[in-house]
């Protein structure tokens, strides 16, 4: 038997896109491209509820897999064998698979994409069954088997399969548009970006410094971390905005306590003109309500406040356990832990006010000049970008 080489590619809420389905398979299709290439896959593409890879013959299918399962809209994939959709052929490979593995029980799952072909799914079940158990001796266990033969029959051709990897769910990148992600350093911040990529927006990443302030390694742990947020993305631009200048009027003017409120609304606001440059529509942190001072309720308002685009939150109800087992996963966390200044420490007391008023800050910017320091700040940022290959295009 030749080894198997088509790739069903499942995903779960593209199917229920309705008339923009397309538009979320192409971007499916798109992405599976960029993260698969150089690896040996020849082609992708759309079909009928799915998404299709075809491997060349010398592709190695675990490292497919393994940059497949980044690729956010795809729920899982499963190597299959294909034959033509006819009962025979079916039956053939299917004893080939059953030939090459070891087993004392197994079912056979079929399903009936195409509706035309004469047996139902039950009937394949059946027959198949049979055919394998005589076959092989093994017993059929509908509740514990040692394999489960998949059996996927559709208009053009008929697959079998007995295994699947989990891909990583959510929407494809891109498919949502662009958010403007403020990037720290710490641990939150990527598991934020990388929870929006993964509801399909382009996350553009900004990192404020306190160079010279403070000598710091942030802007190299800001750089390692967009290095590795690219790799679900494909395309990662990154700001390194300096907010010396900003701190060393705030330090002047504003009551120790309320500093970190003030340093965050001028992060928001500078980051707002930086997002508007790059299309765009929403920003994002990583606050999780209720962790750190300025993550109170009554914080998080008078921060939100400096800001007209909407900023979103996807980790504010998440415990801190939850959030570092997710940077573990998306391998962030041993970035993050890395020693470094953070800015927002930066001459404030150690217990910053947990309830900054609207007055209170409205008070304190009065005395300085908010639209010069942030356009100061946003024209002094350094721009890098990282860049996925793209597929050869065939
Ligand atoms: P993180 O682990 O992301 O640093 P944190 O728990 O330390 O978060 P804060 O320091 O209060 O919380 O920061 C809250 C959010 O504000 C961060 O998640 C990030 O989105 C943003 N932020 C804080 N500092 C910076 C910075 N230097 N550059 C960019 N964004 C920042
Ligand atoms: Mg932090």
Redesign the pocket.
């Known amino acids: 038997m030749n080894p198997p080489r088509d790739v069903l590619v499942r995903f779960h809420e593209i199917g229920l896109k309705g008339r923009n389905q397309p538009v979320f398979t192409r971007r499916l299709v798109e992405n599976l491209q960029r993260a698969t290439a150089g690896a040996g896959v020849e082609s992708v593409w759309a079909a009928r509820m799915m998404v299709r890879m075809r491997l060349a013959p010398a592709a190695d299918w675990s490292d497919v897999s393994r940059r497949a399962a980044q690729v956010f809209g795809a729920v899982k994939f499963s190597l299959a064998a294909r034959a033509e959709p006819a009962y025979d052929a079916i039956e053939r490979l299917l004893l080939e698979t059953a030939r090459d593995r070891a087993f004392s029980s197994f079912r056979v799952s079929a399903n009936r994409s195409d509706k035309r072909f004469p047996l139902t799914s039950h009937d394949l079940n059946v027959r198949l069954g049979d055919a394998v158990r005589e076959a092989s001796g093994a017993r059929v266990d509908l509740v514990r088997p040692d394999v489960d033969f998949r059996v996927e029959v559709g208009r053009e051709d008929a697959f079998v399969y007995t295994g699947e990897v989990p891909g990583a769910g959510g929407l494809p990148v891109g498919a949502g548009g662009r958010v403007a992600?403020?990037?720290?350093?710490?641990?939150?911040?990527p598991v934020?970006a990388w929870r929006m990529m993964r509801r399909g927006c382009k996350a553009v990443l900004?990192?404020?410094?306190s160079f010279p302030l403070v000598e710091g390694r942030?802007r190299d742990k800001a750089k390692e971390l967009a290095a590795l947020l690219n790799a679900w993305q494909y395309d990662t631009r990154l700001h390194l905005v300096p907010?010396a200048g900003v701190q060393r009027r705030v330090i002047l003017e504003t009551p120790g306590p309320l500093r970190v409120v003030a340093y965050?609304r001028f992060?928001i606001r500078i980051a707002e003109a930086l997002a508007a440059k790059e299309g765009a529509h929403a920003l994002?942190?990583?606050?999780?309500l209720g962790?750190?001072a300025?993550?109170t309720l009554r914080n998080i308002a008078a921060i939100d406040q400096a800001a007209a685009m909407p900023i979103l939150r996807p980790l504010v109800g998440m415990d801190k356990t939850e959030i570092i087992a997710q940077a573990k996963a998306i391998g962030s966390f041993e970035t993050?832990i890395l020693p470094d200044e953070?800015?927002?420490a930066l001459f404030t007391p150690r217990s910053p006010s947990t309830a900054v008023t609207p007055d209170e800050i409205a008070d304190v910017e009065a005395r300085l000049d908010v639209p010069a320091l942030v356009a100061e700040a946003a024209a002094a940022a350094e721009t890098h970008d990282w860049h996925a290959p793209r597929a050869r295009a065939r």
């Open positions: 992600a403020l990037l720290s350093g710490g641990i939150d911040s934020a900004i990192h404020f410094h942030s907010l965050r992060m994002v942190t990583g606050e999780s962790q750190v300025s993550q993050s953070d800015c927002c």
